[in-house]
């Protein structure tokens, strides 16, 4: 909204009202109440109306400082836009959430595992993902959860997300799922809590989990190898399973997977000891799609436009007062940016948002070079010193790669990240 030269005012919230979006209370995304707060709230951050400096010379004392903080508000919420890289996630996992809503046969459900280094927006993709088709889904039912039990209260829940407990044990996984709902689980014992975990998934009508930061678990441990058990159990109670961390092949989650070529996605042997909540785990295969959410790139003309389009896009949400088009898109300032944060897309937000704030507090009213030169921020690890994902767990073919004979190749340089859809192991995407 951008106010007419006669009214610089115009569209600027009250004093309450911005008050109210700044205070207005949060509870945590891994429970109930917080998942929906977050669900119902994304994205719905008016922003700011536009002012040039002699508008906001115009603007009276008292509602200048009311202005100041709610275009400071907006230049830190930057939106969440579509990329190349999300497009291709958001396909696969959309395909994965809906084919397996839709099934009807099959109660084990495949799962999806979103892997990525640090800053790459994982948590937040993923979210924002699930929270749609959540929307989705309550629409398609009216709101009404068709699976409750009469005469009780459970509220309907089709997305749960939880984190993965930093000392992880079976135990401790099957209460944080328990505490995303509220339940007292008191003192119970392993089974009894596995029980409570499948109630809850299916009274509450859970067609996905959302397991975060799995790259706590390490299988070395005993504990993390029973955790990882678990969560393949949980595949087996109608849900769809998202586990997402940083490097998973890096991990081992994926060390005792195969590739197959067949139907084209990572298959877990099935496991011999188990046995959680009375079934017996090795009845199915479990099976995991790996994709990996990359940053952007600037090699080809294609990926230059993106990268634009994707500055563009912040570009045209700054309320900075002397902002001028192309102020993040010409003049050097993309490949600029792109050496600053090797195109890392949450590392990319904080520079601009912080230089924003700077730009504020200096008095400048815009983002150039040198204003950047003075925003420090935490740098991703660089392409060419990152180790490709899958590099030592998916080999371009699993058949052959190893076969006796096989040959490697010392003189190529490390291979680019890229996003996996479902062509087939993650090195298969590896440019040489």
């Known amino acids: 909204m951008i106010p007419d030269s006669d009214n610089p005012l115009a569209g600027l919230p009250s004093r309450a009202e911005i008050a109210a979006m700044i205070l207005n209370k949060r509870p945590l995304r891994h429970t109930l109440a917080g998942w929906q707060h977050y669900r119902s709230r994304r994205g719905r951050l008016a922003p700011a109306p536009k002012m040039t400096a002699r508008q906001l010379a115009a603007v009276p004392v008292d509602r200048r400082s009311d202005y100041d903080l709610y275009r400071r508000l907006t230049n830190v919420n930057l939106p969440i836009q579509q990329t190349p890289m999300l497009g291709k996630v958001t396909r696969v996992i959309n395909r994965r959430l809906q084919g397996n809503a839709l099934d009807q046969e099959d109660p084990t459900m495949p799962g999806i595992m979103v892997s990525g280094w640090g800053n790459h927006g994982k948590t937040a993709t993923v979210c924002s993902i699930a929270a749609a088709f959540e929307d989705m889904w309550l629409d398609l039912h009216d709101h009404l959860n068709l699976a409750s039990i009469p005469g009780t209260w459970d509220l309907h829940a089709p997305v749960a997300y939880i984190a993965t407990p930093v000392t992880a044990k079976p135990k401790s996984l099957c209460q944080a799922i328990l505490n995303f709902f509220g339940p007292d689980h008191g003192k119970w014992t392993l089974p009894q809590l596995s029980h409570q975990v499948a109630d809850s998934l299916r009274d509450h009508g859970v067609k996905v989990l959302i397991i975060d930061d799995v790259n706590r678990l390490r299988m070395h441990r005993a504990d993390d190898q029973d955790v990882l058990d678990l969560v393949r159990a949980l595949m087996g109670f109608n849900v769809t399973l998202i586990l997402t961390g940083v490097n998973i092949p890096g991990t081992g989650l994926l060390r005792e997977a195969t590739w197959d070529r067949t139907k084209r996605q990572w298959v877990l042997p099935p496991l011999e000891t188990t046995r959680v909540h009375g079934l017996e785990v090795t009845q199915t295969e479990r099976r995991f799609e790996l994709v990996e959410l990359d940053r952007f790139r600037y090699d080809t003309p294609a990926e230059m436009q993106a990268f634009l389009n994707h500055l563009r896009g912040i570009e045209v949400h700054l309320r900075l007062a002397k902002a001028k088009k192309g102020m993040l898109t010409a003049n050097g300032m993309p490949e600029y940016l792109m050496r600053r944060t090797d195109g890392v897309v949450g ?35 660089p392409a060419d010193e990152a180790r490709p994902f899958g590099a030592a767990t998916a080999p371009a073919d699993p058949g052959t790669a190893n076969a006796p004979g096989s040959k490697k190749s010392n003189n190529r340089r490390p291979g680019r990240n890229t996003v996996f859809d479902d062509s087939g192991p993650a090195a298969e995407g590896l440019n040489g």
């Open 347 to 381: 590392t990319l937000g904080r520079l601009i948002s912080d230089g924003a704030q700077e730009a504020m507090d200096s008095g400048k009213e815009l983002i150039d070079e040198s204003l950047l030169d003075e925003v420090v921020i935490g740098r991703d690890i």
